[in-house]
């Protein structure tokens, strides 16, 4: 059960059955946990260097970020029939900087003019586009996102295509450096450039 | 590998009527020392234990007992992290062509 090269990012997936090995020579590998086995190789092009994986909500599907010299690729595989269902072509101009889940079936992408657009992964194509927040973390549940900004976390309510900013959480004295969200939502995990970790108590959110 | 860095464009807020986060319940956990650098924080499904990894390794914590319940130091650097579905494996990555995987003993209450 080995990759190419040393492994960056690993992901299990929904089933328990296999674990997706991102390497940093660029190569996406999927192994069977039981047998210790290569199921596939994602990517299928040597050319497409990933950058970042994204497992859905439900668990069910992976986003995989690449780039070639003329665009930026999001593919999305089913982690379990390991079949390629969708993907992303965005234009080198507008780039992508950041994405995550919008849901199960869409993905929120923020190019480097600072605009969103939600992808729906059924469609392959942008379905809608608006001004964003820079690194937008939404909750698993409802419509609350947290994004870092210096030394606080704050929290807005998206809403008809519009951000309301509802919180602040202070408590890092140093920038946050990372966000996450429980599966539930009820707590929000941040940490800042200095190592100190925050667990917030989110349930008070609407 | 890495996306190029979003650009800190000042986000000006008209934070009003906010809700009052002076009552927020939280717990800070001071568990790295200078040099530590933590690339990520990985829940487990049931929202009760997190893996905080980074250059020193990683740990496990309980946000029920507020307590660190595992910690593994690596040579290298720990740079991603996943639980399995039922919560009772994680899988990690260090410096290795191979993902590493610890079976967690849980008892019924759920405790390393």
């Known amino acids: 059960m080995t990759c190419t090269s040393d492994i960056e990012q690993v992901v299990w997936s929904k089933d328990g059955q296999n674990i997706v090995c991102a390497d940093d020579a660029g190569e996406i590998c999927l192994f069977n946990v039981n047998g210790f086995n290569l199921v596939s190789r994602l990517q299928g092009d040597k050319r497409l260097i990933w950058e970042k994986l994204k497992l859905s909500p439900d668990g069910y599907h992976l986003a995989i970020a690449m780039n070639t010299n003329d665009k930026h690729i999001i593919d999305v595989w089913h982690t379990i029939s390991t079949n390629r269902v969708s993907r992303l072509e965005i234009s080198e101009s507008e780039g992508v900087q950041f994405f995550n889940w919008l849901s199960d079936e869409s993905l929120l992408i923020i190019d480097r003019n600072g605009s969103c657009s ?17 690194e937008a973390l939404f909750r698993p549940i409802g419509n609350i996102v947290a994004s870092g900004y210096n030394n606080v976390v704050q929290i807005w309510k998206f809403e008809n295509r519009k951000w309301d900013p509802i919180a602040e959480l ?8 990372t966000i996450a969200w429980s599966p539930n939502g009820m707590k929000l995990a941040s940490s800042s450039v200095f190592g100190v970790v925050t667990i917030w108590d989110t349930s008070f959110l609407p | 590998m890495n996306f ?11 934070f009003k009527e906010l809700i009052d986060t002076n009552e927020v319940s939280k717990h800070v956990i001071y568990m790295f020392k200078p040099g530590d650098v ?13 893996i905080v990894f980074g250059n020193f390794g990683f740990q496990i914590y309980s ?6 319940l595992y910690s ?26 191979a993902p590493f995987i610890i079976y967690l003993k849980i008892n019924n209450n759920r405790r390393y």
């Open chain 2, 63 to 68: 946000t029920l007992t507020n307590s660190v």
């Open chain 2, 72 to 97: 593994q130091p690596q040579f290298g650097n720990c740079k991603s992290a996943s639980w399995s579905p039922n919560d009772t494996n994680i899988v990690y990555s260090e410096k290795n062509n």
């Open chain 1, 170 to 177: 202070q408590s890092h004295t140093d920038d946050v450096d």
């Open chain 2, 4 to 14: 190029t860095p979003i650009q800190s464009t000042p986000v000006s807020i008209p």
């Open chain 1, 118 to 134: 939600v992808w729906d992964i059924n469609k392959n194509k942008a379905v809608d586009k608006f001004d964003c927040i820079p």
């Open chain 2, 38 to 50: 933590i690339n990520g924080i990985a829940w487990s499904h049931n929202s009760e234990y997190m």
